[in-house]
């Protein structure tokens, strides 16, 4: 089946011609600047030159036209007909409490999509024209949504519950969610092969570390415990957010430096983690360089970047009650050769122990600890698209039958 998956976002579109039976990218592209007068079309064809086109693209409508029309060009097209294209799987980040797996898009899905936007006001919405334009463009073509949440849902109470008035999350929803729900299942679910052992048997701490990143501890193949929440603003530090920090911090700075709700939603959200530590950069690969060049403040960014890892790795494991395995993704995760050393680095006493030539390897998918390590730690590079892509075939082969 040949299916196209898209990642809308507010101002970019990140699409993939997937063939599922070979479960290999036909083609990849990505539309940047939507809505503005120089947008820019970049298309990667599987064994064809890459293209580059700028022009004007002012919605996500025509947005996705021009995806079609791509796929099907003379030079640099993979198919030839939109009729092709078997099915569209779509990348939604907020399902809510309302989906707990993939689902086709019908009516009441779009309704129940529309419902959430207040939980993701600016994921859910692109996600929602998105989904509303690849309609109008292959409208006989069945389309799916794979939820960002959705692998989380359905953690316990004692996980998801905050410690406010349960009133206020029954009246506006306010519990953890959690996020790259796409991600932690597929490469926890890549450790199992690798470790040979059905997931069933096996106790995971997955670690997505990308410009966002989060943990989450998957017991017996279910999700327990996630560290981002409401928002993806909770957890680990990251490129720009703050992750874990004292509630009274956002009241305090709001009355010091008199912020509005927004101006403090923007401090936390965009000037803050990695970047607003170091007042360098939020790229890991320039903390690094800094660190090395001997500055402090990066320094600081990148210890208690790793230092928090090793925390909620300590914290799961007790969640938990134990741990068979600890799985790197994202591009900090999969790159990053001292970010995985910081973190695994005196974990004996824990079982982990690190084989340093492996880690310092640069081949995508592979075991970093020793042959006698108790827990076994992995790299893995991510493909949610291709999880996207699975789902939305197991979905519409259903139909079929
Ligand atoms: P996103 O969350 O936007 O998908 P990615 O998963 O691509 O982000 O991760 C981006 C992060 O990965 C950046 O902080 C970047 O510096 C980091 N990264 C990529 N390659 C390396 C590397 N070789 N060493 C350290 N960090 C890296």
Known sequence: ??????????????????????????????????????????????????????????????????????????????????SEIDAVGHRVVHGGETFSGSVLITKDVMRALKDNIELAPLHNPPNIRGIEAAIKHLPKTPQCGVFD???????????????????????????????????HRFVSKRAAELMGKPIQELKIITAHLGNGASMAAIDKGQSIDTSMGFTPLEGL???????????????????????????????????????????????????????????????????????RIKKYIGAYTAAMGGLDVVVFTGGIGENSVPVRKAICENMEFFGIELDDKANSSVAGECEITTKNSKVKVFKIPTNEELVIAMDTDKIVSKLKS
């Open 1 to 82: 089946m040949k299916v196209l998956v898209l990642n809308c976002g507010s101002s970019s579109i990140k699409y993939q011609l997937i063939d599922t039976e070979n479960k290999e990218a036909l083609a990849k592209g990505m539309i940047e600047r939507i809505g503005m007068s120089s947008a820019i079309l970049t298309h990667i064809p599987a064994g064809k030159e890459k293209i580059r086109i700028v022009g004007e693209i002012l919605d996500h409508t025509i947005a996705i036209e021009y995806v079609v029309a791509v796929l099907m060009s003379k030079n640099h097209g993979i198919i030839k007909d939109k």
């Open 149 to 183: 949440t959705s692998f989380h849902v359905k953690m316990p109470p004692r996980a998801y519950l905050y410690g406010i008035p349960y009133k206020l999350y029954k009246r506006y929803k306010i519990r953890r969610y959690g996020f790259h729900g796409t991600s």
């Open 237 to 307: 530090l990251m490129g720009t957010r703050s992750g874990d920090l004292d509630p009274s911090i956002v009241t305090y700075i709001m009355g010091k430096e008199g912020l509005s709700i927004s101006e403090a939603n923007t401090l936390l959200n965009k000037h803050s983690g990695l970047v607003g530590i170091s007042g360098e950069s939020s790229d890991m690969r320039e903390i690094e360089q800094a660190m090395n060049d001997g500055d402090k403040k990066s320094k600081y960014a990148f210890d208690v970047f790793t230092y």
